[in-house]
DNA sequence: GTCGTCAATCCGAGGA
DNA sequence: TCCTCGGATTGACGAC
């Protein structure tokens, strides 16, 4: 797993942009637990207005545990063959180039679902366009939907079917990577701000221990007011702290992570 | 138990 | 030859 981390020590913050990488071992008699993706933690140290721990999980929910890796020329159980679309000997090209008039929602008979060779099938331009026509109308498709768009298309349901599922997958991946992109940007923000503040943070101690004895006490004065109904002199009312820190933090840190938060709302 | 969906993976086709 | 794309398979899981 890759990590980077920043912690915002003038905050509290920590944050931590995790990647599982993507497992390929799927051998049989030692099952890994393959898990990819993306995780962004903002925690915080302070107990205060700020949530203590944010994850946010990309893309995988957790929900799978393995899989295992296909057998080799292993026929698929019979549910699946029937559903197979990968028929052995359909010619995928005519004269060595696809005819675009034979591409017109080539049908696929029930003889050449069985056969022994693997020929990938290519949708139409056409069939592809009216998929993703259906795809951005809804991501998912009931049965009457499916059994009509694959009438449509001249496919078999269960390539209608497998076709929303690929389209399902790979979209959501596309959002990943967006998503990680937006997550690198907001994590470089951050990085640059807490640095900023840090040397905010140093300057303004430096400043303090410089200054003369009076220009201290002056700026400590806030902890001690005059109420002007009754004249006497009290504690600050607000209880906030010491006024250069203090001060310097509420105008320079205002939830430094709340303009990356609202854009995932 | 069945069905639908998902994650992981395979692998043929085609382009660089 | 390598890489990417995309259609297909497989097994797990949740809902019913």
Redesign the pocket.
Known sequence: MDACKVDMCSTGLSLALNYYG?????SVGNRPR???GFELEISSSAAAAIEPSLTLGL???G???????????????PT??V????PGGRP??INGK?DEAEKVWPRISDEEEYGTS??????TKGQ?ALLEDKFREHG??N?KQKQDLAQELNLRP??V???F??????S?LKKTEVELEFLRKCYERLTEENIRLQKELQELKSQKSSAPWYTQLHEAAPAFAMCPSCNKVTGASDGSGSGLLAAASKRHFSNPSANCAARFR
């Open positions: 993507k497992s390929t071992d799927s393959p898990s990819s893309p995988g929910d929900r799978k545990a393995w899989s295992v890796g296909r057998v080799i020329g292993k026929q698929s159980s699946h063959s559903m197979s679309s990968f995928s090209k696809n693997r020929k990938k099938l290519r949708l592809s998912t498709l049965p269960r390539q079917e497998v076709w599922q690929n389209r399902r997958a790979r959501k």
